[in-house]
């Protein structure tokens, strides 16, 4: 549950942004920050203390009506988000080497150029150093003339090893080996690997006191399986160029019959593809409950030896699996068995080099970009130096989060921080009290979870530990095996271990926040922390409409469709009576049938199924975030001005203001559990405070009567 970053490999999934300006092929940070990430109860002692020092001083003017990239020409109940968006929409211009652009663009571009000169200092670091680490990754990474020179040698070894395979043992033992622990599926809703299967290890559904290896569907090129099975004239032509895709990278490596060869990639993929389930399915957590003995794989996914496969892999001393796609398991399971091993060799070629393409001569970079650039709309490829910088995060996050946040995350912004959030959380318990349709069973329930909320604020609270990591400076490619099999230890390491609730899945220079269900956690990175989402000198209203909806958005993720099946422990537990959850799915349905009506394009439409859980947590996360403002502008005995409220729910609307291509906003819809940014501002229209604000009245196209205008939470 957090936000979305469109790499090389598909979309993943997050919860505030959805794929704007990140570069393709810049791979997605998962890491954090430096000591002290408070607890929800720590935070309650921050908040009093900050509001107390708060009542002293002079009130921020409000700004945002003068804002220039307001459209005033539109009413604000007919669009709002034109309203506060739409002149800097006109005029907004997305670089030939983005696919959108934004608030989150800035927010991002402002962090790498931070890290960029962390970095730079880093290889001037003394050898050996932990900084020094950092230097010589980046510095491999950005040595194109030194990738091009070793050409293909890199490559041999796997390519070798692909050519030995002599039966469906060595196969299984060959897939085993190459799992990866590259996917998770409720923080960072990233189910998205090309092994043909992905590892998340987390605590269990059903015992948060023991880490379990959860194995997902995988082993696609293309970002999902509706690419390969819907009957549209666009996704015929992009599989007609995913071929030439294949057909080009393999002939780039030498690989013979190059045409054929690539056919049986790509009708191996479309098999793959029948068998994996779609979004929604991926989406409830439910149907992911499916715990699985090691004896059950041969009954129940026959055709892969799995014996071989989990030796290999490294799991197999572990005697329970929770399998997040049976279907997926079971169908490509007997693909293994029934089709042909040279079709699977070369499947395995393809995909070893597609894989890899960044690490590879610029022949592969360019042939990747070209293809999977379509796809977004990006027109050229970012400098080189961004791509080396987000590998160098993906790499190496924590370490390079340490010395971020050291310069770039206050104390004062963290207290602050800190009081916003004990706020918010107190203004959803609040509102948790006051509904009059919930048994107090199922609140006592609610409120033990809010209360047992972990809350981390800029940075972890213990960094990890790169030590064992190897890197050489001229090596890039080795440095990218090394790193990824490094990130598999670490995730096997963490059986028997007790589990750390406290643990990040983000970097602290990463722009995102993230709810983690498991955990009963929410993090929030520093680089997200900055302005125009927060300022120390804005006014209540402006950051409690930025931050403040982000804080209640992850703080309302316990409590969406999938959160909230989760208990105060993360167990995996229905704590509802059967009339509350009668209530819930009901609202629930209304929120849905509202996002299904707003359309992108003549023949696609928002999923509100889809995107059900983001949608909720926007809506209660708004209501609480405004909550909350008003308790902290009563707590400094100031009164609140229509102007207020108004900058309020423009500081929201500003928050998701945005600008993309065509081609990603398409990807985004497909296979995005987050709506557009223009239709999530369009959550007010379920606020009465915001018809207030604006006077909002019948007629209008976004006006709703009362009685429609849903209140989940």
Known sequence: MNKTNFVIKPLTRACLQVMLSIPLMHSMAHAADEASAASAASAASAASAASAASATQTRPASSLKKESGMDSAVAPGNDFNRYANGAWEKSAVIPDDKVAVGIFDVLVEESDAKVLKIIEQSTKADAGSA?????????????????????????????????DLKDKVALSTYLGKHLRADVDPINATNVFTENLFGLWVSQGFHDHTKYMPYLLQGGLGLPDREYYLSASPKMAEIRKNYLAHIV?????????????????????????????ANREATSDVLKADNTWTLADFNKKAAGLDWSAYFKAAGLDGQSKFIIWHPGALK?????????????????????????????????????????????????????????????????????????????????????????????????????????????????????????????GVG????????????????????????????????????????????EWCMNAQL????????????????????????????????????LGATIGHEISHSFDNSGAMFDAKGELRNWWSKADLAHFKASSKALIAQFNQYKAFPDLSVNG??????????LAGLMAAYDAYH????QKGQAITKEDEQEFFLAYARSWRGKMRDEALRTVIITNEHAPGQYRVLTVRNLDAWYDAFAV??????YLAPKNRVKVW
Do not use: C
């Not at 890899?356 to 042939?367: G, H, I, K, W």
């Not at 308790?631 to 009563?634: D, F, L, N, Q, R």
């Not at 009245?697 to 976004?702: D, E, M, N, S, T």
């Open 131 to 163: 900084a020094r680490k950092i230097g010589d990754f980046y510095t491999s990474y950005l040595n194109i003339d030194a990738i091009n020179q070793r050409g293909l040698a890199p490559l041999q070894g796997e390519m070798q090893s692909i050519a």
């Open 248 to 276: 080009a990278t393999l002939k780039l490596a030498n690989v013979p019959d190059a045409e054929q060869a690539a056919k049986r990639v790509f009708d191996l993929e479309m098999l793959i593809a029948k068998g994996h």
């Open 331 to 455: 169908a490509s399971s007997a693909l293994v068995a029934n089709t042909p091993l040279a079709s699977w060799q070369d499947y395995l070629r393809f995909h070893t080099i597609n894989q890899r393409s960044n690490v590879l001569p610029q022949a592969f970079f360019d042939q990747k970009f070209k293809f999977y650039s379509a796809l977004s709309g990006a027109k050229t490829a970012q400098p080189r130096w961004k791509y080396a910088v987000g590998a160098t995060n993906d790499a190496l996050g924590e370490e390079v989060g340490k010395l971020y946040v050291a310069e770039n995350f206050s104390a004062d912004s963290k207290t602050r921080i800190n009081g916003m959030v004990s706020n918010i959380l107190a203004a959803f318990g609040e509102r948790v009290q006051a509904l009059t349709w919930m048994t107090p069973a199922t609140k006592q329930e609610a409120l033990a979870k809010i209360k047992a909320t972990y809350v």
């Open 459 to 502: 940075y972890p609270d213990k960094w990890r530990d790169y030590s064992g990591l190897t890197v050489d400076a001229a090596d890039a490619y080795g440095n990218r095996e090394r790193s990824q099999e490094f990130e598999y230890r670490r995730a096997l390491e963490k059986f028997g271990q007790p589990v750390d609730v406290t």
């Open 511 to 546: 722009v995102n926040a993230v709810n983690m269900p498991l955990q009963n956690a929410i993090n929030f990175p520093a680089a997200y922390l900055q302005a125009p989402n927060f300022d120390l000198a804005a006014s209540d209203a402006t950051n409690y409409g930025a």
């Open 609 to 618: 199924a889809q995107t059900l859980g983001e949608n909720i947590a926007d």
């Open 631 to 634: 308790a902290s502008m009563k």
């Open 697 to 702: 009245q019948p007629g209008q196209k976004l």
